[in-house]
């Protein structure tokens, strides 16, 4: 069992860092409304709004926006339709780009995506042109304490994930789409804590680019990040050190 996946650890990392400025307050009332319409409000028993409330109060999103944003899937306060769509596109070299959204408008939202898209070099792709490189998966992610990482991975197989990758601060564990919320409980059962846990694209094969495009890409992706409508951002970029510090700097 191994992986690697920096791409987690610098989106931990940016996560903290928007949050300060209240960037992504906006993107997780989206995602706690959507998780609220799909099924209701309590979180025993809807795992998707669990996690999204939990990704809400490790950003420090305020309880009153919290519960607002819930009580607006909910019907009980007005609030628009959101639709949760998949756009694709092309980076650097032909790098593959998969965009979750929550949206109550497509038109803007493509259209968003497409200009942003061109005016970095890249391009909006054809539906199935890019997400056939792609597997949908779960991705807990815990503190990592310096343990032994055999044990990690006895632990990892326990617990029924599927890989296993130690990132710096972190360890990663992938789990199957529909597996997420057993490994989630089982991990936490086992003393590991999860500090967040999602549903990801992980991509199939990793490319490898110079310092200069991966820098590219995730101009990119920051730039993408900052439309109103995109919530994820997945690629299949192997990003070194090296162009996350110039990115970062």
């Known amino acids: 069992m191994a ?43 809807n795992f998707a ?59 803007r939202t493509v259209g968003d995506i497409r200009s942003t898209l061109k005016k ?26 310096g343990g032994d990482p055999d044990e990690l991975m006895m632990m990892a197989i326990e617990a029924g994930a599927e890989d296993l990758a130690i990132e710096d601060e972190l360890v990663e564990f992938t789990t199957a789409r529909e597996s997420l919320q057993s490994v989630t409980e089982a991990l936490n059962g086992l003393g590991l804590k999860a500090e967040s846990a999602d549903l990801v694209m992980v991509p199939q094969h990793y490319v490898t680019l ?4 991966q820098v590219k890409v995730m101009k990119m992706i920051g730039q993408l990040e900052e439309l109103e409508d995109v919530q994820e951002i997945f690629s299949n970029v192997d990003f070194s050190d090296e162009a996350v510090a110039l990115v970062e700097a």
């Not at 690697?4 to 400025?21: E, G, P, Q, V």
């Not at 009332?29 to 099924?39: D, H, L, T, V, Y």
């Not at 709004?49 to 009580?71: G, T």
């Open 3 to 45: 992986g690697h996946s920096k791409w987690a650890n610098i989106k931990h990392r940016k996560a903290a860092s928007d949050a300060k400025k209240g960037k992504i307050y906006t993107k997780l009332a989206k995602e706690i409304e959507s998780a609220a319409r799909q099924g209701g409000s309590d979180l025993d028993y």
């Open 49 to 107: 709004l669990r996690l999204a409330v939990d990704k809400a109060k490790a950003a420090n999103m305020p309880n009153d926006n919290i519960e607002r944003a819930v009580k607006r899937g909910t019907g009980e306060l007005q609030g628009a339709a959101l639709e949760e769509l998949y756009y694709e596109g092309y980076g650097p070299n032909g790098t593959a780009l998969m965009l979750k959204c929550l949206t109550d408008n497509r038109n």
């Open 120 to 145: 970095a070099g890249g391009s909006l792709a054809e539906s199935g042109a890019v997400a056939w490189q792609f597997d949908n998966k779960g991705l807990i992610t815990v503190p990592h304490k």
């Open 210 to 213: 110079s310092v200069e495009d």
